[in-house]
Nanobody, 124 residues
Framework: QLQLVESGGGMVQAGGSLRLSCAASGRAFSSYTMGWFRQAPGKEREFVGVIAWSGGATYFADSVKGRFTISRDNAKSTVYLQMNILKPEDTAVYYC?????????????????WGQGTRVTVSS
Protein backbone atom coordinates (compact mmCIF):
# COMPACT_ATOMS: atom_id res chain seq x y z
CA GLN A 1 0.00 0.00 0.00
CA LEU A 2 0.97 3.62 -0.47
CA GLN A 3 1.15 6.35 2.13
CA LEU A 4 -0.46 9.52 0.78
CA VAL A 5 -0.18 13.12 1.93
CA GLU A 6 -2.28 15.89 0.42
CA SER A 7 -1.39 19.57 0.44
CA GLY A 8 -2.44 22.80 -1.21
CA GLY A 9 -5.84 23.36 0.33
CA GLY A 10 -6.98 26.73 1.58
CA MET A 11 -9.52 29.48 1.19
CA VAL A 12 -10.32 31.06 -2.15
CA GLN A 13 -13.03 33.26 -3.59
CA ALA A 14 -15.53 31.93 -6.08
CA GLY A 15 -14.04 31.93 -9.55
CA GLY A 16 -10.55 31.36 -8.25
CA SER A 17 -8.17 28.44 -8.61
CA LEU A 18 -6.24 26.06 -6.39
CA ARG A 19 -3.89 23.20 -7.09
CA LEU A 20 -3.83 20.28 -4.72
CA SER A 21 -0.90 17.91 -4.53
CA CYS A 22 -0.74 14.37 -3.24
CA ALA A 23 2.69 12.95 -2.49
CA ALA A 24 2.99 9.19 -2.26
CA SER A 25 5.55 7.03 -0.55
CA GLY A 26 5.85 3.32 -1.01
CA ARG A 27 6.56 1.01 -3.84
CA ALA A 28 5.45 1.17 -7.45
CA PHE A 29 3.47 4.42 -7.45
CA SER A 30 3.31 4.24 -11.23
CA SER A 31 1.31 1.02 -10.96
CA TYR A 32 -1.61 2.69 -9.20
CA THR A 33 -4.70 4.36 -10.51
CA MET A 34 -5.03 7.58 -8.51
CA GLY A 35 -8.29 9.22 -7.56
CA TRP A 36 -9.52 12.37 -5.89
CA PHE A 37 -12.60 12.41 -3.69
CA ARG A 38 -14.20 15.06 -1.52
CA GLN A 39 -16.46 15.24 1.47
CA ALA A 40 -18.53 18.29 2.30
CA PRO A 41 -19.88 18.86 5.82
CA GLY A 42 -22.81 16.57 6.49
CA LYS A 43 -22.45 14.74 3.20
CA GLU A 44 -20.97 11.45 2.06
CA ARG A 45 -17.60 11.24 0.42
CA GLU A 46 -17.96 11.57 -3.34
CA PHE A 47 -15.87 10.91 -6.41
CA VAL A 48 -14.18 13.88 -8.08
CA GLY A 49 -11.78 12.50 -10.66
CA VAL A 50 -9.37 9.70 -11.49
CA ILE A 51 -6.22 9.27 -13.54
CA ALA A 52 -4.77 6.11 -15.02
CA TRP A 53 -1.39 4.76 -13.94
CA SER A 54 0.20 6.13 -17.11
CA GLY A 55 -1.46 9.53 -16.90
CA GLY A 56 -2.91 8.88 -20.33
CA ALA A 57 -6.54 8.85 -19.32
CA THR A 58 -8.69 10.75 -16.86
CA TYR A 59 -12.35 10.78 -15.89
CA PHE A 60 -14.31 13.32 -13.87
CA ALA A 61 -17.58 13.75 -12.07
CA ASP A 62 -20.07 15.82 -14.03
CA SER A 63 -20.03 18.46 -11.31
CA VAL A 64 -16.37 19.32 -11.98
CA LYS A 65 -15.96 18.38 -15.63
CA GLY A 66 -14.42 21.20 -17.61
CA ARG A 67 -13.19 22.96 -14.46
CA PHE A 68 -10.87 20.42 -12.82
CA THR A 69 -7.95 18.51 -14.29
CA ILE A 70 -5.73 15.77 -12.88
CA SER A 71 -2.12 15.11 -13.73
CA ARG A 72 0.61 12.97 -12.27
CA ASP A 73 4.38 12.87 -12.19
CA ASN A 74 5.42 9.28 -11.66
CA ALA A 75 9.05 10.26 -11.26
CA LYS A 76 8.05 12.37 -8.24
CA SER A 77 5.34 9.97 -7.03
CA THR A 78 2.90 12.87 -7.00
CA VAL A 79 -0.57 13.45 -8.36
CA TYR A 80 -2.17 16.87 -8.78
CA LEU A 81 -5.69 18.22 -8.87
CA GLN A 82 -5.97 21.58 -10.63
CA MET A 83 -9.22 23.26 -9.71
CA ASN A 84 -10.39 26.26 -11.71
CA ILE A 85 -13.54 28.38 -11.66
CA LEU A 86 -14.19 27.26 -8.11
CA LYS A 87 -17.70 27.48 -6.72
CA PRO A 88 -18.93 27.60 -3.12
CA GLU A 89 -20.33 24.10 -3.62
CA ASP A 90 -16.77 22.85 -4.15
CA THR A 91 -16.12 23.49 -0.45
CA ALA A 92 -15.05 20.19 1.10
CA VAL A 93 -12.18 18.17 2.44
CA TYR A 94 -10.37 16.69 -0.55
CA TYR A 95 -8.75 13.26 -0.39
CA CYS A 96 -6.46 11.48 -2.76
CA UNK A 97 -6.57 7.72 -2.95
CA UNK A 98 -4.79 4.88 -4.69
CA UNK A 99 -6.22 1.84 -6.39
CA UNK A 100 -4.26 -1.13 -7.68
CA UNK A 101 -7.06 -1.85 -10.12
CA UNK A 102 -5.92 -1.03 -13.64
CA UNK A 103 -9.12 0.73 -14.64
CA UNK A 104 -10.58 4.19 -14.23
CA UNK A 105 -12.81 3.31 -11.33
CA UNK A 106 -15.02 5.73 -9.42
CA UNK A 107 -15.91 3.34 -6.60
CA UNK A 108 -14.58 4.23 -3.15
CA UNK A 109 -14.22 0.56 -2.29
CA UNK A 110 -11.67 0.12 -5.08
CA UNK A 111 -9.30 2.54 -3.38
CA UNK A 112 -7.38 0.98 -0.50
CA UNK A 113 -4.91 3.75 0.35
CA TRP A 114 -6.14 7.18 1.44
CA GLY A 115 -4.57 10.44 2.50
CA GLN A 116 -5.65 12.46 5.50
CA GLY A 117 -7.34 15.12 3.40
CA THR A 118 -6.87 18.82 2.77
CA ARG A 119 -9.59 21.39 3.30
CA VAL A 120 -10.81 23.66 0.52
CA THR A 121 -13.14 26.54 1.29
CA VAL A 122 -14.67 28.62 -1.49
CA SER A 123 -16.36 31.84 -0.46
CA SER A 124 -19.03 33.57 -2.50
Amino acid sequence: QLQLVESGGGMVQAGGSLRLSCAASGRAFSSYTMGWFRQAPGKEREFVGVIAWSGGATYFADSVKGRFTISRDNAKSTVYLQMNILKPEDTAVYYCAASIRGILTTRLDDFRSWGQGTRVTVSS
